[in-house]
């Protein structure tokens, strides 16, 4: 085990360590995250019941319900670039971020396009919706899904 390095705490206006920025990034998740779990939770308490992260669609949904052509991405709005105050621009390393955030929209875009050509509906829920009362959040859910299909 190699000895351990006692870095001096650092102050949180001040910018992170390269090694602590690595940290961060590397603990953040693509799957199961805080949004992603209380949309589930309130579809599961809603008596919905559905399939998690089908590789064999297009932008792998986060929730899918086969038997509806229904599909539910659930987007951090940091990472897919929703405009809210939650999806700020990052102030440094713009030449990287800027193109990043933006391949992320238009891949979304391209996802949710070869979803619709296969006969799919897909409903986008923002990470900032997540925050907001449950009752609103679920009137949004219960009419996606009780729509009829387009198929």
């Known amino acids: 085990m190699p000895p351990m390095t006692v870095r001096p705490k650092r102050n949180h206006a ?54 509806r052509h229904k599909a539910i991405f659930v987007h951090g709005c940091f990472w897919h670039a929703h405009g809210c105050k939650t999806a700020h621009q990052p102030l440094t390393n713009q030449d990287y971020w800027s193109p ?17 050509s296969l006969g799919w509906e897909s409903l986008v829920i923002w990470e900032c919706q997540t ?14 899904l009780e729509a009829p299909s387009a198929r």
Do not use: C
């Open 14 to 67: 001040t910018k992170p360590e390269p090694v602590d920025r690595s940290e961060n990034m590397r603990r953040i998740r693509s799957k199961n995250t805080a949004p992603e779990l209380i949309v589930r939770r309130l579809l599961y308490h809603l008596g919905y019941r559905y399939r998690i992260h089908r590789k064999e669609l297009p932008g792998n949904p986060d929730i899918v319900f086969a038997g």
């Open 100 to 116: 990043k955030l933006m391949r992320n929209v238009e891949r979304d875009a391209r996802n949710q396009s070869a979803l619709f």
């Open 131 to 144: 925050r907001t009362s449950a009752s609103d959040l679920e009137k949004i859910l219960a009419a996606f």
